[in-house]
Each structure stands twice: as C-alpha cells, then as structure tokens.
C-alpha cells in the first residue's frame, strides 16, 4: 500500500500537470489582437455575431469528425519562408471554422484570399486551372494541420491540400 507521502507527491505531479497544461492550452493576455479580414464574398464578422478580439480568444473544440479529417489528411507541406503568428493564424481558423459546411470558393483564375489577421493571410489556390469549392470548415481543418505541424517558436508558414477537393492548396502564413 502507497504511503500518504508518496500519494501526496503523485498528486503534486499531475496538479502541476494540470496547470501546466492549462496554461499552454489558455489564450496569452498579451497577445495583440488585430483586425480580422473575411475574404471577398464570405460573411462578415459582425453578420456572424463575433468580433476580431472574440476570434483571438475563442478556444475551438474540434468536433470528433474534424478530427477523424485532421487525421486522415496528408501532411502539410512546411515552408518556413514567409511566417506568420500563430495567434494570428488562429484566429483566421477560428472564423474559418465558424463558417462550417458553407462552401469555400477558389476561381478558375488562380487564388483566393479565405482570411488576413495581423501578420496572417490564409488563401487557397487551385490545383488544375479549374474553379474549385469545398467547405470552409474542411478549409479550416487544413489551416489546422499547418498551425499544428509547420509551427516553429511561434511563427507558421506552410500549405496543405484539404480533404473534401484534392484540386485545391491551402496556404496559411505571412503575407504574399
């Protein structure tokens, strides 16, 4: 049987566990909230009920079907070159996220811009020279895998494809 001083100190661990993880896991105070850009054509943040500091603020749960889409996508491919805050790339995931299942339009002509945040601009481009649409969440989930593996002290930058339309890129990082 465990002494009560080896239980005390197992307990000790997993709080400072805990709160070690919450404050990962919690959005920074200090984090400059800056000015949430919708792309052409997509809702605007206040037809949305949201504000640019609700986006910086607002911690996503994915749902278990974002996660099972997170999963089973390719990787994302991490460039490096022209990064952007993850705060700021967050922020475009999190309005990205809430447009949900509305679709996600890339013209025939080239890219389209989804979102710009302080040093972030998100946009897809297509793959064959034809016009493309998926959903703006499997859009959003993309904007996901490139925050979650091409993140480097802070800064991201990198495409991924997403699932749902293997004819479109997803480009998260600094501006181009």
């Known amino acids: ?13 997993v709080s400072a566990q805990i709160v070690s993880a919450a404050a990962v896991a919690s959005p920074a105070a200090d984090v400059a909230v800056s000015e949430v850009i919708p792309g052409e054509g997509l809702p605007s943040l206040s037809s949305l009920g949201v504000t640019s500091d609700d986006l910086y603020k607002e911690k996503f749960e994915a749902s278990a079907e974002a996660k ?42 080239g890219r389209v811009g989804f979102c710009r945040a302080g040093t972030a601009y998100i946009y897809g481009s297509t793959r064959n020279g034809r016009s493309q649409r998926t959903t703006c969440s499997n859009i959003a989930i993309a904007v996901q895998g490139i925050f979650t593996r091409c993140n480097s002290g802070g800064r991201v930058d990198g495409n991924a494809i997403p699932t749902g339309n293997g004819n479109i890129r997803v480009v998260a990082g600094g501006r181009r």
């Open 1 to 13: 049987m465990p002494s009560i001083r080896s239980v005390a100190v197992a307990l000790l661990a």
């Open 68 to 109: 099972e889409a997170l999963a089973a996508a390719a990787p994302p491919t991490c460039v490096g070159t022209n990064t952007a805050r993850v705060e700021d790339v967050i922020a475009c995931f999190n309005y990205l996220q809430r447009l949900g299942n509305r679709d996600c339009v890339v013209p025939a002509s």
